[in-house]
């Protein structure tokens, strides 16, 4: 197949499972304007309701409880918009921050100008960096584009697990249809496979996972059977742009934009600005600005020019490659010679998601939920 | 406009970051070579690294992770921790620290401070004395990590250290350590009104007014903390923050 790229957004053939209708349409931008149509109420009368129910149950439900919700918070534009907007819906939020040791200056003094001007509680959970290093370490080595499911992962079960010790029933999140509906599978898959991550770990990781806060299989099972934890994604009950939420944190809170998305953590710029493109020719930002092209926020062809824009700023990318090189201890040729080798992807490895016992459980789940629904 | 310095504190402890309270119970709070890079772009006055188990454990300083650090920090570095031969003064200032903070060895053999303040001269000799205050509340030279009391009275000690050549004293209260309650404001006092070096004061600060407290009522030259530059909130989340400067200009007006 030769390169084709959408003439409705602009992801291309660099996925490769992408799918063109003959019109040259591809399916993420079509999934992703279904994804609207059907998650996004379009009447701003019958969505501000819909958001006020929300929030008034949040209300009730935290009544007597030192918090009644929890939000993630990275120093970015969607998480500290979270902060600031459910601080201004009248909520009692519980900030939590994963360090994975990866965090710019501008990140932390974003997370901390926010909160100190909000008001709102931190809890930060530091990873244990000798630890965590082989980790990230053992996927580059494994050859996948899965590099941020370590810290992504973690996120999750810490966040999770913070729900449960404060007795916290709603965790709201900044993931939102407006800005990333669109994220090929190939481009990164495996965020809640803890038997991915393992076996990762196990093949080319130097240490054993002792206090890497996971989600076991098992306890994703638990998890769903008894917390009734309901997650919120905040932003699609409002008319969520992203240059009118940075304008409002620049004014309201003196925080400061970084670039790209996800670019306040070093190592994820490092990922998404050089591994990605360099060695899996996959451009996150293609997928970004398809999203907001479906959600009308730039026009294809402001996406086309944005494109054309350098992906690293060259000084950046040198002085990054210097610094994740020396955080994890190697030379520079041993880290291109780990970008010489042959990529591998999620299928390559054993994970929960391929193993015979997910696939009988998760049947023996659909037939349960099959069954009570004939009952 | 001059000001007094300001010193951020980081402890090591098996290549971590740790912060103690009270010399006890460290807290991991991350990865020392990202934590350098967020205070070097904080623009923090200078920084003094302290490997807390390297003298007890007898070991080397590791160079190798020094060396990294170093590469992040465009200011002043002093490291302390298992500095027992010039050489290792030698290897320290030569991977590119500042300043080389003597404790332990200083305390069971005096003569290796005018050894080290000749070879290398005294301004990169900082000689750290910690302090603890005994049950009628005498204060004494604390060895071993501050958990030996030691019978060594702490302003004759800082005057012997002095008169053997040292730079610059790093007077440290074991008791005050992480609380956040403000200096040990009379100790500081006694030893800087008693020596012409300059005296950097440690244990206690949780607040930008402390400092000021410490230089104008104590006489310190300058001011370190550890705690107050890592944690926030009531949850004593780790998160790196740094006074700005128009704050600091403030505060010692």
Redesign the interface.
């Given at each position: 197949m030769g390169y084709q790229q959408c003439v409705r957004c602009v992801m291309d053939t660099t996925d490769p499972e992408i799918v063109f209708d003959e019109k040259g349409q591809c399916n993420h931008c079509k999934s992703a304007e279904r994804a609207i149509a059907k998650d996004i109420i379009a009447d701003p009368i019958a969505k501000q309701k819909a958001l006020q129910t929300i929030v008034e149950k949040i209300k009730k439900d935290g009544q007597g409880k030192e918090y009644d919700c929890l939000i993630g918070v990275s120093g970015g534009v969607d998480s500290t918009y979270v902060a600031y907007k459910v601080k201004e819906l009248g909520l009692r939020p519980l900030a939590v921050h994963v360090d994975n040791g990866w965090n710019s200056e501008l990140s932390v003094s974003n997370i901390e100008k926010a909160l100190k001007t909000l008001n709102i509680d931190l809890y930060t959970y530091v990873l244990d960096w000798n630890e965590f290093k082989y980790l990230q370490m053992a996927f580059l080595r494994a050859s996948v584009p899965d590099l941020e499911i370590p810290t992504d992962h973690a996120i999750n079960s810490v966040l999770r697990s913070m729900t449960t010790k404060h007795n916290i029933k709603y965790m709201i999140f900044g993931s939102n249809i407006n800005t990333e509906s669109i994220l090929p599978r190939r481009w990164s898959h495996g965020h809640q496979d803890w038997g991915y991550i393992q076996a990762i770990n196990k093949r080319f990781g130097g240490k054993e996972l002792k206090s890497f806060p996971h989600l076991s299989f098992w306890k994703k099972i638990y998890y769903r059977i008894t917390n009734r934890l309901e997650i919120i994604n905040l932003l699609d009950y409002l008319d969520y742009s992203k240059s009118g939420a940075i304008e409002i944190l620049q004014k309201e809170l003196n925080w400061q934009y970084y670039g790209g998305k996800h670019y306040e953590s070093v190592y994820t710029r490092f990922v998404q600005g050089y591994i990605l493109p360099n060695k899996f020719n996959y451009d996150k930002r293609k997928a970004h600005l398809s999203s907001l092209i479906v959600s009308g926020e730039i026009s294809r062809d402001e996406a086309i020019q944005d494109l054309e824009k350098p992906i690293y700023p060259p000084d950046l990318l040198e002085e990054d490659l210097r610094f994740v090189n020396s955080k994890f201890g190697i030379t520079e040729t041993e880290f291109y010679r780990l970008m010489e080798l042959p990529n591998k992807e999620f299928e390559d490895y054993p994970s929960d998601e391929r193993s015979i016992k997910y696939k009988l459980i998760k049947s023996m789940y659909e037939f349960y939920k099959g069954f009570f629904k004939r009952t | 406009m001059f000001r007094p310095r300001v010193i951020p504190c980081l402890l090591l402890m098996?290549?971590?970051l740790v912060k103690t309270i009270k010399f006890q119970n460290p807290q991991?709070?991350?990865?020392p070579?990202?934590a350098v890079?967020?205070f070097n772009?904080?623009s923090v006055d200078e920084l003094i690294l302290l490997d807390i188990t390297a003298s007890m454990e007898n070991r080397k300083p590791a160079l190798?992770q020094l060396s990294?650090i170093c590469?992040?920090a465009f200011m002043p570095l002093c490291y302390g921790g298992g500095v027992s031969t010039l050489e290792d003064i030698s290897s320290i200032l030569s991977v590119g620290f500042e300043k080389v903070s003597i404790n332990n060895k200083a305390i069971y053999t005096p003569e290796f401070i005018s050894a080290a303040s000749s070879t290398f001269g005294s301004q990169s000799i900082v000689v750290s004395i910690d302090v603890k205050k005994d049950f009628w509340g005498r204060y004494s030279v604390a060895g071993q990590r501050g958990t030996k009391a030691l019978k060594l009275n702490p302003v004759l000690w800082a005057q012997e250290v002095e008169r053997r050549g040292a730079g610059e004293l790093f007077v440290n209260s074991v008791d005050r350590d992480g609380t956040g309650i403000g200096y040990d404001y009379s100790l500081i006092k006694m030893i800087a009104e008693a020596v012409d070096i300059p005296v950097i004061a440690c244990g206690g600060a949780g607040k930008v007014n402390d400092f000021t407290r410490a230089i104008k009522e104590s006489g310190a030259s300058a001011v370190s903390a550890g705690s107050m530059f890592v944690f926030?909130?009531?949850?004593r989340?780790?998160?790196?923050?740094f006074p700005s400067e128009e704050e600091l200009k403030q505060a010692f007006l």
């Open positions: - | 098996n290549s971590g991991y709070v991350g990865d070579i990202n890079k967020i772009e904080k190798n990294r590469s992040e926030h909130g009531k949850h989340a780790v998160l790196i923050t």
